[in-house]
């Protein structure tokens, strides 16, 4: 799994509140969602994000309600990966769950800028930032979760018979 973006990025303690807040939690729209995706911490998300791009973030991404509405706006963003130094643990199971890659790497959180261009290669746990020509090592994705996004999510890897 490889996955080649640009770098926005945010610090500690970003919370589902912010990355889709309540007030837009009516709706199972995807579309809808990303369209309020990241609005109460980051008003030009919507505007700048382009298909691929990547988030790196600090501490704690993802901490506070359990709603799968939050890795879900994010993935239909266009959001391809998020790097962070650690994610709330239901954001982490949430983002395989539908299918986003997450990975966790304090050093490629601390070491890649805004607007930077990173290529991950979450086979082999290499992140490397092509601006800078940083390279980070993370643990790569155990196989099951590698199919699990590959196929777009929990379920839809059950319904293609990937997993059991």
């Not at 303690?13 to 980051?42: F, G, K, Q, W």
């Not at 709603?67 to 994010?74: D, G, L, T």
């Not at 993935?75 to 994610?87: C, E, H, Q, W």
């Not at 890659?101 to 991950?120: L, M």
């Amino acid at each position: 799994m490889k996955y080649t973006g640009n770098i926005i990025k945010y610090g500690d303690n970003v919370d589902t509140d912010v990355i889709i807040p309540a007030r837009y939690l009516n709706t199972s729209d995807h579309a809808e969602l990303a369209s309020h995706c990241m609005e109460d911490i980051d008003k030009t998300f919507v505007s700048r994000v382009k298909s691929g791009d990547i988030i790196t973030a600090g501490w704690n991404f993802g901490c506070g309600s359990s709603r799968e509405h939050a890795p879900i706006a994010i993935k239909a963003s266009g959001i391809s990966l998020v790097i962070a130094k650690s994610f709330a643990r239901i954001f982490y199971r949430n983002s395989i769950n539908i299918g986003l890659a997450i990975v966790e790497c304090p050093e490629a959180a601390d070491g890649i800028s805004e607007g930077d261009k990173v290529e991950a290669d979450l086979d082999n746990g290499i992140i490397r930032n092509l601006t800078t020509g940083k390279e980070f090592r993370t643990a790569p994705f155990p196989e099951f979760v590698q199919k699990i996004i590959e196929n777009g999510g929990l379920m839809q890897s059950i319904a293609k018979g990937v997993i059991r």
